[in-house]
């Protein structure tokens, strides 16, 4: 019988300052898990994403690593308060709007299909201060749209945030 070997799967937490050091793992990770639509212009934009949300002062991220190669991850910031635009599509605001916005989840295709992104999920949110957790999914993903609902977002309202971007499900979940 040959021995199992297991690897451990280490996630590291980063912020703002760190994004210098972890910026071309992003890129890497996205070239990997978008390969397959790497020649559509909103996905080619990523980079400026990368920099767009990790400028942001409260810039939060969680990279898991199987040894040294990384698997994926997550990252998002808080929303300025006042300017909630999901707030939006609800008919009563809530008693604290502080939002965390989770602004990209990505696998490589090796591993998806294992609970990561699940696990990097809740360790980019697990000990949040906000109230609310914010994210959008294409809306022509039903199968991750009902992913996230089974982590307890709610679909309220839909949105194109850019001219040549899919149409987005708003998804909604309480943190606290």
Partial sequence: MEPCVTT???????????LPDIRQTLLDVHADAYADRIH????QRFPWFVGHWGGREGFACVVAYEGNE????????PGEP?????????????ADPSTFSVSELMVRPKWRKKGWGERLHAALLGDRPEALAVLTVDTKRPRLQA????????????????????????MLRPLR
């Fill in 82 to 94: 006042g300017r909630e635009w999901w707030r939006e599509y609800l008919a009563e605001p809530p």
């Fill in 70 to 77: 990384p698997i994926g991850f997550t990252y998002g910031a």
């Fill in 40 to 43: 559509e212009e909103f996905v």
């Fill in 8 to 18: 451990a799967i280490d996630l590291r937490h980063y912020s703002h300052d760190d």
């Fill in 147 to 170: 992913l996230y609902e089974s982590w307890g977002y709610r679909k309220v309202g839909e949105r194109q945030p850019f001219p040549d971007s899919p149409l987005y499900a708003v």
